[in-house]
């Protein structure tokens, strides 16, 4: 089946500090790679994606980039914000699973001034 | 621009007591989800919905039931809720399941059975 494993939180860091969130997933199929963000009291919005090997999605100073011969695609930031803390979701979406989101089980991050 | 909305944001019920939850969305798309959301287990899809009129179970449906009876709008329904069914709930839309598009998350209703 289908499954994404995300490292588990909280992340603690401080303002300016490099931030990585590591993301591994296993597919039936050839999967396309989200990273969702879920800010305090808000509902998940799509941060960035990757849609075939190699490529580099990226948004708001966030990059990922599809890894398929690790089978990976992990977030990193050069210099996170006070911001950017929140819950950070890696997905996958496959063809043959009617394209259903799969989702990881979420690192919360805490960024400190 | 609302996006997508639902109602209510918080709930609290007794074991055995039902509940409808309403997800409306604005952008006229044609997919619609529910999912619920549990500490450290990520989103799992309870229901989701291809179009007006459509309904099809997703990965943990088992205790709810759906409709879809006007496109902008998806119901949850748990008919004799259960602590088990404590839970953060969302609702999404796209407009279209291919692989380019992204799905619209509202803000999430938090239920509480006790």
């Known amino acids: 089946g289908n499954s994404v494993t995300q490292m588990e939180g909280p992340v603690t860091l401080s303002e300016e500090a490099f931030l990585t969130i590591n993301c591994t997933y296993t597919?039936?199929?050839?999967?396309?790679l989200f990273w969702y963000v879920q800010y305090p009291g808000e509902g998940l919005q799509l941060l960035l994606k990757a849609t075939k090997a190699d490529d580099k999605g990226s948004n708001k100073g966030f990059e990922a980039t599809y890894r398929k011969e690790t089978t990976s695609f992990h977030l990193e930031k050069g210099s996170v914000q006070v911001s950017d803390s929140a819950v950070y979701f890696c997905a996958l979406k496959v063809k043959a699973a009617g394209n259903k989101l799969t989702f990881g089980g979420g690192t919360r991050v805490l960024v400190k001034p | 621009n609302a996006g997508v909305t639902q109602t209510p944001k918080f709930r609290v019920l007794k074991t055995g007591q039902s509940m409808t939850l309403l997800c409306a969305q604005d952008?006229?798309?044609?997919?619609m989800y529910w999912y619920r959301q549990d500490p450290g287990m990520g989103l799992r899809l309870i229901h989701y919905?291809?179009?007006?009129?459509?309904?099809a179970k997703g990965e943990v449906p088992d205790g709810y039931n759906v409709s879809r009876l006007k496109k902008q709008n998806f119901l949850l329904g748990l008919e004799s809720a259960a602590p088990s069914q404590t839970s953060v709930y969302f609702c999404?839309?796209?407009?279209?399941?291919?692989?380019?598009?992204?799905?619209?998350f509202g803000p999430g209703t938090r239920l509480t059975v006790t």
């Open positions: 919905s291809v179009g007006e009129g459509t309904t």
């Open positions: 999404a839309s796209s407009y279209d399941s291919l692989l380019a598009y992204e799905q619209y």
């Open positions: 952008m006229n798309h044609e997919y």
């Open positions: 597919a039936t199929g050839y999967p396309s």
